[in-house]
């Protein structure tokens, strides 16, 4: 007969996605139902951890089986887990994860992929903030289809709500049709008010449309929060990859994690023949960051929709589309992937207490 302590030593070195800690560690091994012709178990993880939930599962599925294999029915089950949500550096912020979304010129799209990853990981079941610092041509608006002002409640700033996603833009705060011109200070105060004095509540991930180009943006990201990381968005085609070894050197002189590189615009799917054309070119991304020695996450094609959707503010139906939606959800499953293995790789941090 199987006990609970046979099935504990089987599953207990697992590792959390989110602390890097050891399963048996962290009372995350819930539940364990032992019979002679069946066992079950219930894993607790986070809703930080979602695009890695079936990893784990996986995981301990094979490890059951290979621990009892005269039990004919193994199942796990992966069931809520809470942890306090830790405060950030200077500003308070709540958030486990701070992404932030960069590229050497701009024209690549990405502020779609900025967007397109937020949507995604809130599909997965991640708690997420979209953040426009994109602070002369602020495109997130647009993008979600989100119009409004933003107003202060309680000395906050109180983010606009797109499918219960918070967002915060310069867009929301100066009309569409008249110019930004502000100086660095002034840059400086505006990303410190949006992370400091913005009502995002408790977050796993907060994601971050960075202004195109090595502006000053980074560095104060950088001063402000510990970043868990940068995406480094470019085109195929030369010219863009050469904009953007400088976006990857500005994020590593300011200490940023390079978390991966997105090729974007990577061929285009013809609708007519579903056949798929190499306008500019395919695989510079892929190259570069072998060059670079830092990941790559994934490319995303040119399609009709996608740009039809950004025009009407539609984009989170791009995940709901399977000619593009695969494409940025392995983006999305790439970043959690990396953001995890940073922290199995970092030295041991003080356990967070655990909710009730």
Known sequence: MIDQNQVLTALEKILDPETG???????????????????????????????????????????????????????????????????????GLRCRSVIAVGSGKGGVGKSTVATSLAYSLKKMGCRVGLMDADVYGPSVPQLTGTAGQLR???????????DGMPIVSIGFMVPADQAIIWRGPMLHSAVTQFLRDTAWGELDYLIIDMPPGTGDIALTLSQLLPLSGAVVVCTPQKVALLDAVK????????????????????????????????????GGARQLAEDAEIPFLGDIPITLSMR??????????????????????????????????????APATPQLPVLG
């Open 21 to 91: 800690r050891p399963l048996g560690q962290t009372q995350q091994l819930k539940q364990i139902d032992c019979h002679s012709d069946r066992l079950s178990v219930a894993i607790g993880l986070t809703s930080h951890s979602a695009p890695l939930h079936n990893d784990v599962k996986q995981q301990a599925t094979e490890r059951l089986q290979q621990a009892f294999p005269q039990v004919p029915q193994i199942q796990v089950e992966i069931v809520p887990h809470q942890r306090v949500v830790p405060q950030l550096g200077q500003v």
């Open 152 to 162: 202060q409640e309680d000395g906050k700033i109180q983010p606009l709500m797109q």
């Open 247 to 282: 976006a990857i050197a500005m994020f590593r002189k300011v200490k940023i994690p390079i978390v991966g590189i997105v090729e974007n615009m990577s061929g285009f799917l013809c609708p007519d023949n579903h056949k798929r054309y190499d306008i500019f070119g395919s």
């Open 308 to 345: 039809e959707r950004g025009d009407e503010g539609t984009t989170q139906e791009n995940l709901e589309d399977p000619t593009v939606a695969p494409f940025i959800d392995k983006i999305a499953y790439q970043v959690a992937r990396r953001i995890a293995d940073q922290v199995r790789s």
